[in-house]
């Protein structure tokens, strides 16, 4: 059985600085290409940021320079650090583990994260 379960998440001041985690089992998070994502109340959920199986990442303007995404292999985890916080990525944040070509997707149960300013 697959699972992926995301922590860190918390409340924090504006200017703060959060790690964020999703650990995976039942498959090996290094094959997957593997997102970050966050939803707002009235928002979609939206990416944050992604990590490929190669180590190639990607990240959405807003949190270009403040987020990084990063993976540890040995741990089946993959990250995301975020500093320099602000009220507007307050959100529930959620991991999603993707392989395009077996048609999978799988997801956390997500983390909120609030930011105060």
């Known amino acids: 059985q697959v699972r992926l379960v995301e922590s860190g998440g918390g409340l924090v001041q504006a200017g703060g600085s959060l790690r964020l985690s999703c650990a995976a089992s039942?498959?090996?998070?290094?094959?997957?290409?593997v997102g970050w994502y966050r939803q707002a109340p009235g928002f979609q959920r939206a990416s944050v940021a992604t990590?490929?199986?190669?180590?190639?990442?990607n990240y959405i303007d807003f949190v270009k320079g403040r987020f990084t995404i990063s993976r540890d292999n040995a741990k089946n985890t993959v990250y995301l650090q975020m500093n320099s916080l602000q009220p507007e990525d307050t959100a529930v944040y959620y991991c999603?583990?993707?392989?395009?070509?077996?048609?999978?997707?799988?997801w956390g149960q997500g983390t909120q994260v609030t930011v105060s300013s």
């Open positions: 990590i490929t199986s190669g180590g190639s990442t």
């Open positions: 999603k583990a993707s392989r395009v070509e077996l048609i999978v997707d799988y």
């Open positions: 039942g498959i090996t998070l290094s094959n997957y290409t």
